[in-house]
């Protein structure tokens, strides 16, 4: 699988113009973020350097972000030093200052920062942390301006809309990206506007383009729940599951009515693979310097007295599996990890429940407590 990956990534370069840009589509600005977050996700977890054919595109693609950026003659106005209108996803409408280019910008930026830092390169990585801590600041005064203007905390998908389904986009912040912190008021007030305003049938139905229930961005919802501790979680987990095809694919939108596609491809890959990370996130999942075993898996997946385990899966760290069995005391929460060095710090929470911080060389940990299976 990683050699499939890397063969992948491989092609990157010569998908990128003369000029930086990790070209998609007209008009779509996210592309340049997302490309150099994945080249460095893909380093972290694998534990390889970057390799040198990629060195090149990936310093032109975070100086195209920095020359993408506008700068008007007011900078008071809510869009100053963001990305410039674009189309941005398709999903949240017609051209804008979307703040979904914005935040995988920054992540984007940051990637590169640490990509070209590992290839030696000091100063243009400085300059990339500058530009992301720059670009994350005309973010933060840009949301303040929303703020006022709507009288809530809550994200929109642009300085210039209102509170509607594109503020989905918004939630890139906290899930991919972990750029604020997983309980920002900014991002939970976002996701409770969508959970009160824009979910049917227990999904996410996106009435912007695609007229449909959304397995995938049901589940960045669900992301950003679990990140936070939030129950609610689990229950959007089951709703996407709820709404599998009876081949186990989903299609890019889903009919409230018939169950069936209303919109895009038949089997999504992007909903395969938010199905994917949100069952792997359940079990293990990185957070600042440490990873968070067991946040995510629900009461029902121990039903009958039996264990549940995922892994091996690659971490910053090295490979892990990790395994959950409740017992007459409660929830016993075990791993084996390959680490590729020291061991890095492990919490185990449980969704609603307590945290257990484990001691240093444990490879297990009894939960117990309110809320925790016994």
């Known amino acids: ?7 992948t990534l491989d092609l990157f370069p010569s998908r990128q113009t ?54 008007p003659k007011d900078p008071g106005l809510p869009h100053a030093g963001l990305l410039p209108a674009g189309f941005s996803a398709e999903h949240l409408g ?49 949301l303040e301006m929303c703020s006022v203007r709507l009288g809530r905390p809550g994200m929109p ?33 976002t996701v409770e506007f969508l959970l009160e305003h824009c979910f049917v049938k227990g999904g996410f139905f996106q009435d912007m383009i695609h007229s449909g229930i959304n397995p995938y961005l049901t589940l960045h919802v669900a992301q950003v729940l679990l990140r936070a501790g939030d129950p609610r979680a689990t229950e959007l987990i089951a709703t996407v599951a709820e709404l599998a095809s009876p081949t186990g694919q989903w299609p890019e939108a889903i009919h409230p009515r018939t169950g069936g596609g209303c919109m895009g491809d038949g089997q999504h890959v992007w909903a395969a693979a938010e199905w994917i990370l ?50 007459s005391a409660g929830v016993e929460v075990s791993w084996a990890g390959d680490w590729r060095g020291a061991a890095p710090p492990i919490v185990v929470r449980w969704l609603g429940g307590p945290e257990v911080v484990a001691p240093a060389g444990a490879d297990r940990v009894l939960v117990t407590g309110e809320g925790v299976p016994a």
């Open 157 to 189: 998908a642009s300085p210039y809309r209102r509170m509607d389904p594109g503020a989905i986009g918004s939630l890139a912040a906290g899930y991919p990206g972990q750029l604020v912190d997983a309980r920002d008021p900014r991002l939970l007030d």
């Open 278 to 327: 949100a069952l792997r996130n359940c079990f293990v999942r990185e957070e600042g310097d440490g990873l968070v075993l067991a946040g995510g898996i629900p009461e029902a997946w121990l039903a009958g007295g039996g264990d549940v385990s995922f892994g091996p899966t690659p971490t910053p760290f090295g490979p892990l599996t990790v395994a959950v069995r409740r017992n």
């Open 94 to 142: 017609p051209n804008d200052y979307y703040y979904w280019d914005d935040f995988w910008s920054v992540a984007g930026l940051r990637s590169a920062a640490r990509l070209m830092e590992a290839y030696g390169e000091s100063d243009t990585a400085a300059t990339f942390r500058a530009e992301a801590d720059d670009l994350a600041a005309a973010i933060d005064r840009s």
């Open 1 to 7: 699988m990683e050699g499939r990956v890397e063969r």
């Open 18 to 71: 003369r000029k930086g840009h990790f070209f998609s589509q007209e008009g779509e600005w996210d592309s340049n973020g997302e490309a150099l977050w994945i080249l460095e996700r893909f380093c972290a977890h694998t534990g390889r350097s970057p390799k040198p054919s990629w060195r090149r595109a990936i310093e032109k693609g975070g100086r195209w972000i920095r020359r993408m950026r506008v700068r």
